[in-house]
């Protein structure tokens, strides 16, 4: 069992920089492909951003590309958002998530844990 714990969310004005980040325990950490995600009131869960297990390949949705930055620390056993630029619909919780295998990135269904989020809130 692996649990995911988010932190450094906060409330920040448009044109800001956060960074959030995820510790994980209870697994293998080096071995996991990592995913951020966001679910902003009243809408779905959205992929993020994500990185492999070795932090070689990142994946973007097009909303944040150029904006964020996904990273990880595998000594320890952390996976960081930088997130830059930020505008008012990026407001939302923010999840860190596993994925086993890797094989669909930005599919949150191919994700086994999750943490509990952090929220984000950008002013205008």
């Known amino acids: 069992q692996v649990q995911l714990v988010e932190s450094g969310g906060g409330l920040v004005q448009a044109g800001g920089s956060l960074r959030v980040s995820c510790v994980a325990s209870?697994?293998?950490?080096?071995?996991?492909?990592m995913g951020w995600f966001r679910q902003a009131p009243g809408k779905e869960r959205e992929f993020v951003a994500s990185?492999?297990?070795?932090?070689?390949?990142?994946y973007y949705a097009d909303s944040v590309k150029a904006r964020f930055t996904i990273s990880r620390d595998n000594a320890k056993s952390t996976v960081y958002l930088q997130m830059n630029s930020l505008k008012p619909e990026d407001t939302a919780v923010y999840y860190c998530?596993?994925?086993?295998?890797?094989?669909?990135?930005?599919?949150?269904?191919?994700?086994?844990?999750w943490g509990q989020g952090t929220q984000v809130t950008v002013s205008s």
């Open positions: 990185i492999s297990s070795s932090g070689d390949s990142t």
């Open positions: 209870g697994g293998t950490f080096s071995r996991y492909h």
């Open positions: 998530a596993v994925d086993n295998y890797g094989v669909a990135p930005k599919n949150q269904y191919e994700y086994d844990y």
